[in-house]
């Protein structure tokens, strides 16, 4: 959930359990970095299925979140109408840095599935290793998300 109390849908992709990376695991300890990969748009939407930048950073210990923020499309005009809040998107920033902070800390929010066994424990990603990328408005979010969040949010 946002701030606002808004259902924010995000899809969670990680490393498979035993790494393929020799000694990733033994040799860092604790959280794995994570990546916020945000979709472009703004009204288009991320979906469940074979991403080549996920499974690229996965297959390198990352983990990644990637956020359907408020006026993504595929989830009804209420929805896609609630992005566009004449504050250029703030809101949909909001949704990013409310995700973001909830997989790295799990303080905040709540978090729902229809599998608990297949979620891992929060938090999610390490917080000193919190990275985000996009391309188009995603490129846009990562650029307002590196300058106008807490400074040392995202660590790149």
């Given at each position: 959930k946002a701030r606002d109390g808004e259902d924010i849908l995000c899809y969670l992709s990680?490393?498979?359990?035993?790494n393929m990376m020799k000694g990733y695991q033994q040799d860092r300890p604790g959280q794995p970095p994570m990546v916020m990969v945000i979709h472009g748009g703004p009204q288009a939407r991320d979906s469940w299925g074979y991403n080549p930048v996920c499974q690229f950073l996965c297959s390198r210990g990352f983990r990644v979140l990637q956020?359907?923020?408020?006026?993504s499309?595929?989830?009804?005009?209420?929805f896609l109408r609630l992005g566009m809040d004449g504050e250029f998107f703030r809101s949909m920033q909001a949704d990013i840095v409310?995700?973001?902070?909830?997989?790295t800390s799990g303080s905040e929010g709540e978090f729902v599935t229809e599998n608990d066994d297949d979620v891992p424990e929060l938090p999610?990603?390490?917080?000193s290793k919190l990275a985000i990328l996009g391309g188009?408005?995603?490129g846009y979010s990562a650029?307002?998300?590196?300058t106008s969040t807490d400074p040392g949010f995202y660590k790149c």
């Open positions: 990680r490393t498979p359990e035993i956020v359907n923020y408020r006026g499309s595929g989830f009804g005009a209420r409310d995700a973001a902070r909830y997989a999610w990603g390490d917080p188009s408005f995603g650029l307002w998300g590196m």
